[in-house]
């Protein structure tokens, strides 16, 4: 069973840059398209940017053009780089494969956007 545990989230000013990392136990990792979700304060969980094994990678409108995601599968290791930021980029944001239903969920990691 894969556990994912994401790290790199703080508290920054609009238009500043963060890089979060999510690991991932398990030799499966490598085998699977992953994405990085987010959570805001009251709102559903959104799927923001998947990446496939070949590192092909999609992303939601609202974080085109400032996120980028990428993979090192020999590290069991998925990164999500947010630049200018907003503060509507504010949530816990987690990572996990494009079932949300199977379990591995992890505690995620706080991005705070302070005006």
């Known amino acids: 069973q894969v556990q994912f545990v994401e790290s790199g989230g703080g508290l920054v000013q609009i238009g500043e840059s963060l890089t979060l990392s999510c690991t991932a136990s398990?030799?499966?990792?490598?085998?699977?398209?992953l994405g990085w979700y987010r959570q805001a304060p009251g709102k559903q969980r959104e799927l923001v940017a998947t990446?496939?094994?070949?590192?092909?990678?999609g992303y939601a409108n609202s974080v085109k053009g400032r996120f980028t995601i990428s993979r090192d599968n020999a590290k069991n290791t998925m990164y999500l780089q947010v630049n200018n930021l907003k503060v509507e980029d504010t949530a816990v944001y987690y990572c996990?494969?494009?079932?949300?239903?199977?379990?591995?969920w992890g505690q995620g990691t706080q991005v705070t956007v302070s005006s």
């Open positions: 990446i496939d094994n070949d590192g092909r990678a």
């Open positions: 996990h494969d494009l079932v949300p239903t199977s379990p591995g």
């Open positions: 398990g030799s499966i990792f490598s085998k699977q398209v």
